[in-house]
């Protein structure tokens, strides 16, 4: 454990924000399908990098194109200032944690953690002493003499998370490492992983179609879509100001309110009214564009109070559901039909309004954001 | 009603079928085999059950080159069909995509022809007149007057052919449920292409190989087909030993006497494989 602290240290402090990972250009045809399409990122030493988007997105080909399973079909992939592209797996200090494990069903787990280091020519004492280290790791000490099939799923998973940081690659990648879990575990998992990453400080690279999965472990998310990143930042970021229809759509729910620019930091929208968004949301828009709120920034007032310098919409309650720590409304204006969460903070607070009451809408203009228009992503 | 009171009983309801056609068809005729084979007399005379134990004894001093000689020839068509079979079922695995279904049928395509005729063409093949002939000729691997036919070399080739589908589908089968991430976790964690295969490919075709091994050896170990069309009584194999004994000398005691003792060489053998290769270690690897 200690020599794996200061490996992580020296790394962290030698290295500081250097990029780790850079792929340029980087296109994969797979016969007439582009699966990666002329995607350039750059991945700092250290992160925790998430690649989000849904099935057929190409964010598991780009991490294959990484741990060198594919080949691009055109483009560059540097580890560090070393061009990889073409090398096979073997010479890449690289690990992956393949979706489903991969654990070999014919060797221990003692096996299958040293299967790196035996051929790396590590013997003996040093090799005991490091699958000792990473079992130690993963909380799993004593499992060593087991096969793979006698082990839990949620074991099996460490197992593979301890089988690829025992050769302390430059790089870690995970493709979908917890889509096998139980909810429960997952959860669980994401936060043991996470700290796994603070503590040996390795660069993780994480594919996941699963936007809370992302945004628990994530520091940097690339949102992928159709071979290309939709938009690369912070959870934060990406949730609180999505640049695009899909990135708003894909991290958690919100209202789009289509309409066209009505000068400086405001938005007309198409069923009449104006809108108050940052004048840094609407920078180099034009056209027609659409008004976000997410839901839960909504506040639901009976008549007409609010706030000065708060947007308002006026509407009629159509549906409630009662969540729990929430209840869920949907509010018919003349923008359509548009959600609201209210917390069920206080006794009561879930029967505010009901269906049929009119009621406004109020909320922050800094709680805005605007995308382009387009059909998708309008959940 | 019965079934409800004593549902313990079903399970072996069930498997009475199978008992019941093991005791008619399999234990029944091996008792008359052993009975028979500790009979003494001739066919005119009759026999009788005389503890005749001289039919083993024979069996061991009169037929033993022909025992030997079996050995050889199936372990080594085994060995061969082994080598063929093994890359040829790989790349059915892993490279037939969507031809591996008519690939695997044209490793059985033989079994549509029947065993007799599929070796009767072996031996036009290798006549001495036939093409194969012919060429080595040409090419002076075998000299003016050497021959294919009526030769070691065409028994047991003969013995390969035929049992090669027996070798090549348990092999294609185990190959084929490796899940080939295992072979890329593999390559990930540091083995070259050969590394992988030796340390992750080979471990896990074990099953296959020890299946496609016996079912080979052991077919091929009481051949008579290929021997006797193929060879000279230089080539004779323990089958052809006991098919004469039986039909030509009717001396049923010796040939009930040879086929116990082929059978039990046959068990202790596979026993020995087993404990070397470790049955129990191939056939859990493949769960």
Redesign the interface.
């Given at each position: 454990m200690a020599v794996e602290e200061r490996d992580a240290a020296a790394a962290r402090d030698g290295a500081a924000a250097a990029p780790d990972i850079r792929l340029e250009n980087v296109t994969k045809r797979f016969d007439d399908v582009t699966a990666v399409d002329d995607l350039s990122l750059t991945i700092d030493q250290g992160r925790f990098f998430a690649l989000l988007g849904p099935s057929g997105c190409g964010k598991t080909t780009t991490l294959r194109m990484i741990?060198?399973?594919e080949e691009p079909t055109s483009g560059t992939i540097l580890l560090g200032d070393r061009d990889v592209t073409g090398l096979?797996?073997?010479r890449r200090d690289?690990?992956?944690v393949?979706?489903?494990y991969?654990?070999?069903?014919?060797l221990s787990i003692y096996e299958n953690v040293a299967?790196?280091l035996r051929?790396?020519g590590v013997k003996g004492d040093d090799l005991k002493r490091r699958v000792g280290e990473a079992l130690e790791l993963v909380d799993l000490g004593d499992l060593g003499r087991r096969k793979p099939?006698q082990l839990s799923g949620g074991q099996q998973q460490r197992i593979a998370l301890a089988?690829?940081l025992v050769?302390r690659p430059k790089v870690l990648l995970l493709d979908e490492p917890l889509g096998a879990l139980d909810l429960k575990l997952r959860k669980q998992m994401q936060l043991e992983l996470k700290g796994i990453q603070n503590e040996v400080g390795i660069t993780f690279v994480h594919v996941t179609h699963d936007q809370e999965e992302a945004m628990t472990m994530a520091d940097t998310i690339a949102v992928m879509n159709a071979g290309k990143i939709e938009q690369l930042g912070s959870p934060a970021d990406l949730y609180e100001r999505p640049e695009t229809a899909f990135v708003a759509g894909f991290l958690g729910a919100s209202n789009l309110l289509p309409g066209r620019l009505n000068g400086e930091g405001i938005v007309g929208l198409d069923g009449g009214g104006d809108v108050r968004v940052p004048a840094s949301a609407l920078a180099g828009r034009s056209g027609r564009i659409a008004v976000g709120i997410r839901p839960e920034k909504l506040r639901l007032a009976a008549g007409g109070a609010q706030a000065d310098g708060e947007n308002v919409l006026e509407g009629v309650v159509a549906e409630r559901s009662y969540i729990g720590v929430s209840t869920q409304y949907v509010v018919e204006t003349s923008a359509g039909p548009v959600t609201v969460y209210a917390q069920n903070a206080e006794p009561g607070a879930g029967q505010a309004a009901s269906p049929g009451e009119r009621v406004s809408l109020a909320w922050s203009p800094e709680a805005t954001f605007v995308v382009d228009q387009h059909e998708e992503g309008t959940r | 009603m019965f079934l409800h009171r004593h549902p313990r009983l079903i399970p072996y309801l069930l498997l009475l079928p199978g008992i019941l056609f093991l005791v008619v068809f399999f234990l029944v005729p091996m008792y008359y085999l052993g009975f028979t084979s500790l009979q003494s007399g001739d066919l005119f005379a009759g026999y009788q059950f005389t503890w005749a134990w001289d039919n083993y004894r024979d069996a061991f001093t009169l037929y033993q080159s022909h025992f030997v000689r079996s050995l050889k020839y199936a372990g080594l068509a085994t060995l061969i069909a082994f080598l063929i079979s093994y890359p040829l079922a790989y790349w059915i695995a892993f490279r037939g995509g969507r031809w591996k279904n008519l690939l695997l049928l044209l490793v059985i395509a033989p079994f549509f022809v029947t065993y007799l005729i599929r070796t009767l063409a072996w031996k036009t093949i290798l006549a001495d007149q036939g093409i194969v002939v012919d060429a080595l000729r040409t090419l002076h691997l075998v000299g003016e007057d050497g021959r294919l036919l009526a030769t070691t070399t065409a028994v047991v080739a003969g013995i390969t052919y035929n049992y090669l589908p027996f070798m090549a589908l348990p092999l294609y089968v185990s190959l084929e449920q490796i899940d080939t991430r295992l072979i890329e976790a593999a390559e990930d964690l540091y083995a070259s292409s050969v590394r992988a295969f030796l340390r992750v490919t080979l471990p896990l075709s074990l099953p296959g190989i020890f299946a496609g091994t016996l079912l080979t050896f052991i077919p091929a170990i009481g051949d008579f087909i290929n021997a006797e069309l193929l060879g000279t009584p230089r080539q004779l194999m323990i089958g052809n030993v006991i098919q004469s004994q039986f039909k030509e000398v009717a001396d049923y005691p010796q040939a009930a006497a040879l086929s116990f003792v082929l059978m039990a060489g046959i068990l202790v053998l596979v026993l020995l494989y087993a404990r070397a290769v470790g049955s129990e270690r191939a056939t859990r690897s493949a769960a």
């Open positions: 741990g060198g399973f096979p797996p073997y690289v690990n992956t393949f979706q489903s991969a654990l070999f069903p014919h299967f790196g051929r790396k099939r089988r690829a050769n | -």
